[in-house]
């Protein structure tokens, strides 16, 4: 989604606007802009369509010097990606950038067109500019002020970052529902969408809260809530480092964040087994013996990768928690006059903690009296502060748009929970628990022996990135990898991709298998395995191109790779007919090291994640940020 920069103090501004920019890249967008206060009062606006790099280039030819000014990487929502509908937007004195969807901006830019006011673009946010600009022309005594007047008349959500011809010096924030985060260090201020943006300069950042204005100037920060009244703000120091959230020598950041999983894991796990091994220790999600007790239902709520990982959850919670677990997408639940209740504990799961539509359901679940417990990756983040209790899962900052590093992080904190529950409820043993948590523990290596050994994935690779589609079948856990492995392998290579749940095949999808089909079937040792064989069977009797994933030395699958081996090495004839042996062509085998069944999805998905990326890679595209997706959906 769109990324915002802003910068007051005494230097030069540009360079400041433009690396912040870059470090939001991972965010999404089409097109950027900055708008600099020059010497001589007067605001500039440079914009440019694509990527930053021609940003620069129209600065290299229309340099800004200046320092106060705003940036913004635009993530096109209303009006196409073209250099008008780029930030800044200006009207009158004023200059603005934002983050975010004004729902009501149909009737509000009728009102200000009837009233003379003519536009320049397609979006909703220029409708703020006029609206702030008609608020200064109207006598407020402040910009900030106008800001204020202004948003009382939006509806949506919103992140801005406004200057003003008549106010050297100062820019003016305000938020709802958008992230915003600020610093101030002597003699300097910032604003910026994301962390990242501003880490380079400054050790401690606030966070802005919905429906608060705040000023940024040489002298520091003012924060004001929605009346006016002055909100005092304690600094959070900043713990990521710049060299974590560099490349690190990987091609891409999708590749290094793959192979931080080991290190990313060590982090979720740590410090929440108790010393005896046998039980899980989570003080800060807020459940005590008691809450856990009363639960009737777990829900999880998420999108995407995340609510992935929340259906592998509710296998765990169930099997291990003992509890009746359920899965809402965030985006459908809200608007489904769903059922919450005090005996429910609603698990909100997402990478960012800004997701809207997770957000907008974790409150309303909330509301209902429903008890929230947050599985987020940042920090702070809106659905962190929404809940009632959070679960990092420290997992470092994830900069590719797909997710890897945090998906298996929350699948180790899905893990660590529903033991949790299930040893606080009885339903677990406690050396039952110690045996899943040994397991667990052993994660982190094998993942390492994944990746050391994933060298074959990127032949298999190759002889199907040309495919226009491909299945992927898993039964129990091995579903919801199945799911994941299609949702990254679309996203990143484009490549058609669909996952089920193995069983379902015979009811209709079977009908897409044919000889240029590539089938992943995931298929590791489990209580599901003969039968996600037979199915297996079944595809390949189709012909199917089949990428087997494995627990290292099943007997069964080798000598059915083999006998396949066998008969495309010599289809003379003489075979029984396709239908009942199977079709020539070539098994491709990735292994896994053997573990328990419950930690499983945690191995398969490595594999998949390095056969999306090798597929991607081998596709041309731009593997950390695919076109149109934007790796923090702050709008619905
Ligand atoms: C994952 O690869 C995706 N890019 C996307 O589906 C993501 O998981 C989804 O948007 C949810 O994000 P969140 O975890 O930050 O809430």
Redesign the pocket.
């Known amino acids: 989604m769109c990324g915002i920069v802003a910068y007051v103090g005494d230097r030069d501004c540009t360079p400041i606007l433009v690396g912040g920019l870059k470090r939001l890249e991972y965010r999404g967008y089409d097109s950027s802009g900055l708008a600099v206060r020059t010497q001589d009062g007067g605001i500039e606006v440079v914009r440019s369509v694509g990527k930053l790099q021609r940003l620069e280039a129209a600065l290299a030819a229309h340099p800004l010097f200046g320092t106060d000014g705003i940036g913004h990487t635009r993530w096109a929502t209303h009006g196409r990606p073209n250099e008008t509908n780029a930030h800044p937007h200006a009207a009158g004195s004023v200059v603005l950038v934002h983050n975010g969807i004004v729902e009501n901006h149909v009737a509000l830019r009728a009102e200000l067109e009837a009233e003379g006011v003519r536009f320049a673009s397609e979006t909703d946010t220029e409708v703020l500019a006029h609206l702030i600009a008609k608020a200064v022309d109207g006598g407020a005594p402040n910009l900030e002020t106008a800001v204020r007047r202004a948003i009382t008349r939006v509806q949506g959500s919103y992140a801005l970052a406004v200057m003003s011809t008549k106010e050297r010096g100062k820019i003016v924030v305000a938020k709802n529902d958008s992230p915003l985060i600020l610093a101030h260090n002597e003699g300097e201020a910032f604003a910026a969408s994301d962390i990242p943006a501003i880490l380079p300069h400054v050790p401690e950042v606030l966070i802005l809260e919905d429906g608060e204005v705040a000023t940024l100037e040489r002298a520091g920060i003012t924060i004001t809530d929605a009346n006016g009244e002055r909100v005092v703000r304690q600094p959070h120091r900043v713990s990521w480092s710049l060299v974590e959230s560099g490349k690190g020598g990987f091609k891409h950041y999708m590749l290094k964040e793959i192979h931080e999983q080991p290190r990313a894991l060590e982090h979720t796990i740590r410090g929440r087994i108790s010393s005896d091994g046998g039980d899980v220790v989570l003080p800060e999600s807020g459940l005590t013996p008691e809450t856990a007790k009363e639960i009737r239902r777990v829900c999880f709520i998420?999108?995407?990768?995340?609510s992935n990982a929340a259906l592998t959850g509710r296998y765990w919670m169930e099997q291990l928690g003992g509890v009746r677990a359920s899965v809402e997408v965030g985006s459908e639940v809200r608007y489904r006059d769903a059922i919450f209740g005090p005996e429910d504990l609603v698990v909100a799961i997402?990478?960012?903690g800004e997701?809207a539509d997770?957000l907008a359901a974790l409150r309303t679940a909330r509301e209902a009296g429903a008890r929230v417990l947050a599985i987020v990756n940042v920090r702070d983040s809106a659905i962190a502060r929404a809940s009632d209790g959070v679960l990092y899962t420290h997992a470092g900052p994830e900069v590719a748009?797909?997710?890897t590093k945090c998906f298996t992080a929350q699948l180790a904190a899905l893990l660590l929970l529903a033991v949790h529950v299930g040893r606080t409820r009885g339903s677990l043993s406690h050396a039952e628990g110690r045996r899943i948590l040994e397991a667990l523990k052993r994660v982190p290596g094998q993942v390492r022996t994944i990746l050391a050994n994933a060298r074959g994935v990127r032949g298999i690779a190759k002889k199907h990135h040309q495919s226009k589609s491909m299945l992927v079948l898993g039964r129990g856990p091995s579903y919801p990898v199945a799911l994941e492995t299609a949702?990254?392998v679309k996203?990143i290579s484009y490549i058609h991709a669909e996952g089920y749940a193995a069983g379902e095949m015979k009811h209709g999808p079977i009908a897409l298998v044919d000889e240029t089909m590539p089938v992943v079937v995931l298929c590791p040792q489990d209580r599901h395995h003969d039968k996600t064989l037979s199915n297996m069977q079944e595809v390949m009797a189709r012909g199917a191109k089949i990428i087997v994933v494995c627990t290292k030395d099943d007997a069964e699958l080798t000598a059915m790779a083999a006998v396949r081996a066998r008969l495309a090495a010599s289809p003379d004839g003489s075979e029984p007919p396709p239908s009942s042996r199977p079709h020539p062509g070539n098994v491709d085998v990735i292994e896994i090291p053997d573990a328990r069944s419950e930690v499983l999805p945690l191995l398969t998905v490595v594999p998949m994640q390095l056969l999306s990326y090798n597929l991607a890679l081998l596709q041309g595209r731009d593997v950390d940020q695919p076109r149109n997706?934007a790796k923090?959906?702050t709008v619905e």
Do not use: D, I
């Open positions: 998420a999108c995407g990768s995340s997402s990478q960012s997701t997770t748009v797909a997710s949702l990254k996203e997706l923090t959906v």
